[in-house]
């Protein structure tokens, strides 16, 4: 009952995505340039392959990027406090984290008491 409703639906355009490929596999080209809601294409074990190997490549380019530019950030966001510990930066909005000074008292109080 629901493939008679569905055969006899129309078809919308915003159901076939358009989709940029950028590949030079002709396997991939073929695969994507056919129909997605028509009935009787389907794809060959092929070009799933490819399909499937194309995609995971793409997956795997953008997470690497993604993660390149996390990092950086993260790295950035690291060097940032660790040069306010140390003094290197002055202090932003009144916050003082800069930890030389107390490390210096205490060292001249030990020397103190040594001698």
Not at 82 to 90: Q, Y
Request: glycine fraction near 6%.
């Amino acid at each position: 009952m629901l493939s008679e409703v569905m055969k006899d639906s129309p078809v919308s355009e915003y159901l076939k995505p358009k989709r940029k490929v950028v590949t030079t596999n002709p396997a991939v080209k073929k695969a994507y340039r056919k129909g997605y809601l028509q009935k009787q294409e389907t794809f060959t074990r092929e070009e799933c392959e490819a399909m499937i190997e194309f995609a995971i490549n793409q997956h795997n380019r953008n997470a690497g990027q993604i993660s390149m530019v996390l990092g950086f950030i993260f790295m950035a966001l690291f060097a940032d406090g660790l040069f306010r510990v140390l003094g290197l930066i002055p202090p932003f909005m009144g916050l003082d984290v800069n930890i030389i000074q107390d490390v210096v008292d205490a060292i001249k109080d030990e020397v103190v008491k040594q001698l």
